[in-house]
């Protein structure tokens, strides 16, 4: 294991390629870091809240705190490319597998937008959309809404409602298996990861992990031989 030091508070982390990218809120920055190394930052105006990879892996795409902008940034060229308004309140940001890109809204719904920025539709949920994944298909979205203590289950195609799950807590990041099986959704409220099957739409299993889980992931399953 090794530590980088990257100072403040650092909030989303993701890859792109042998890059690992950091929304560094206090410092209103995106570093970035290759190699267990700290290799540069990119200054933005507004506090990054959270980001995703476009496809290819040569952009970010950041929502930014107190603001309804999202910060395209050239990962390459290592710059911010240009702001892109949304008129909403823009909160996570996930690429779905079609391309398009789903952005959670701390008001209530979720909006897609195409690869450019433009927006192409809108769910409306319940009253904070939170986090979200989409199924190895790509049919689906799982959006959690900590304030309505829900999860909402989206057509990712048609952008239809198909159902929503009760959460006793609240609900914070969601991860699927890549198998599509199972959900975990980190329930911050009561300490526990809440396993959901994916088909059958219902609760498998709860395990208590400890005060305040925020964020969960899925990897694949090691082989046995």
Known sequence: AQLVDLGGTPHDLKAAGDLFVVAHEAARRLDLVKGGDHATSIDLKAEPHDLAIAPGGGRAWVT????????????????VERYAPTGKSPHDILFAPDGRLWVTDWDG?????????????????????????FTPDGRQAWITDHGANRIFLVDARSLELVDS??????????????????????????GTV?????????RVR????????????????????
């Open 109 to 133: 719904p979720v909006h897609v937008f195409d690869g450019r920025g433009k927006l192409r539709g809108k769910v409306e949920l319940g009253e904070e959309s939170h986090h979200l994944a």
């Open 64 to 79: 930014l705190n107190g603001t309804d902008e999202l910060a395209i940034v050239d990962l390459r060229a290592r710059r």
């Open 194 to 202: 809440v396993v959901y099957d994916v088909k059958r739409r219902t």
């Open 165 to 190: 799950l009760r959460v006793s807590g609240g609900p914070h990041h969601v991860a699927i298996t890549p198998d599509g099986a199972l959900a975990a959704v980190a329930d911050h409220d009561n």
């Open 206 to 225: 709860t395990v208590h992990v400890g005060s305040g889980p925020h964020g969960v992931w899925a990897v694949p399953a090691e082989k046995t031989s």
